[in-house]
C-alpha cells in the first residue's frame, strides 16, 4: 500500500502542472507548465491543486484566480511600471545567455501580437486566457470543479456554449 502511494506521489509530481507557477503538493515543489494530466487521480489528489486557485472558496476558479501568478509576473517584469512590458524588460534576466535570450525573444515577438513592441497585460495573459476558456465547457466564465477534475484526468469536458 505504501508503494503504491509514493508511486502515485511519484506520478502527480512528474505529471500535474499549471502554467506560470509553483505549487507545493505534500512538501514537494512542482514546478507548472502548461497542463496537468493525471488521469488516475483521486477527488482528494485534484483538491490538493484546486483549492488553492479557489481563493474565495466557491467551488469555482474564475479567469482572475486562475491568472493570479500572471499578473503577478506581469508587475515583476513592467519594471517602469507603465502598463506594458517591452522586450529589454521581458528580456532582462538572460541578456548574458545569448541561448535563453534567443528564444525568450522569440516568446516575446509571437505574444505581441499587434507587433508594437510592447506587451500589455491582455498579450501576456493571452495563452493563460486561451487555457482557461479551454477548460470551461460550458462558457459561463468559471471553471468549476468538474470542469477542472475533467481535464486534470485528460477527459476534458465537450463544449456546451
Given at each position: 500500500?505504501k508503494?503504491?502511494f509514493?508511486?502515485?506521489?511519484?506520478?502527480?509530481?512528474?505529471?500535474?502542472?499549471?502554467?506560470?507557477?509553483?505549487?507545493?503538493?505534500?512538501?514537494?515543489?512542482?514546478?507548472?507548465?502548461?497542463?496537468?494530466?493525471?488521469?488516475?487521480?483521486?477527488?482528494?489528489?485534484?483538491?490538493?491543486?484546486?483549492?488553492?486557485?479557489?481563493?474565495?472558496?466557491d467551488?469555482?476558479?474564475?479567469?482572475?484566480?486562475?491568472?493570479?501568478?500572471?499578473?503577478?509576473?506581469?508587475?515583476?517584469?513592467?519594471?517602469?511600471?507603465?502598463?506594458?512590458?517591452?522586450?529589454?524588460?521581458?528580456?532582462?534576466?538572460?541578456?548574458?545567455?545569448?541561448?535563453?535570450?534567443?528564444?525568450?525573444?522569440?516568446?516575446?515577438?509571437?505574444?505581441?501580437?499587434?507587433?508594437?513592441?510592447?506587451?500589455?497585460?491582455?498579450?501576456?495573459?493571452?495563452?493563460?486566457?486561451?487555457?482557461?476558456?479551454?477548460?470551461?465547457?460550458?462558457?459561463?466564465?468559471?471553471?468549476?470543479?468538474?470542469?477542472?477534475?475533467?481535464?486534470?484526468?485528460?477527459?476534458?469536458?465537450?463544449?456546451?456554449?
Amino acid at each position: 500500500m505504501k508503494l503504491r502511494f509514493v508511486t502515485i506521489a511519484a506520478l502527480f509530481i512528474l505529471s500535474f502542472a499549471i502554467a506560470g507557477g509553483l505549487l507545493l503538493l505534500n512538501g514537494f515543489s512542482v514546478l507548472a507548465q502548461d497542463k496537468i494530466i493525471a488521469p488516475g487521480a483521486s477527488d482528494s489528489q485534484i483538491d490538493v491543486f484546486f483549492k488553492p486557485i479557489d481563493t474565495n472558496n466557491d467551488r469555482a476558479i474564475s479567469f482572475e484566480e486562475f491568472s493570479v501568478k500572471q499578473q503577478s509576473n506581469f508587475a515583476k517584469l513592467d519594471t517602469d511600471q507603465n502598463g506594458q512590458i517591452t522586450l529589454a524588460e521581458y528580456t532582462v534576466e538572460v541578456q548574458s545567455k545569448p541561448d535563453n535570450l534567443a528564444k525568450e525573444t522569440s516568446k516575446f515577438v509571437s505574444l505581441d501580437k499587434d507587433q508594437d513592441g510592447n506587451l500589455t497585460i491582455a498579450e501576456f495573459e493571452a495563452p493563460r486566457r486561451q487555457q482557461f476558456d479551454d477548460m470551461d465547457a460550458n462558457c459561463d466564465g468559471q471553471m468549476s470543479w468538474p470542469e477542472f477534475a475533467a481535464t486534470v484526468r485528460n477527459k476534458p469536458m465537450p463544449k456546451s456554449c
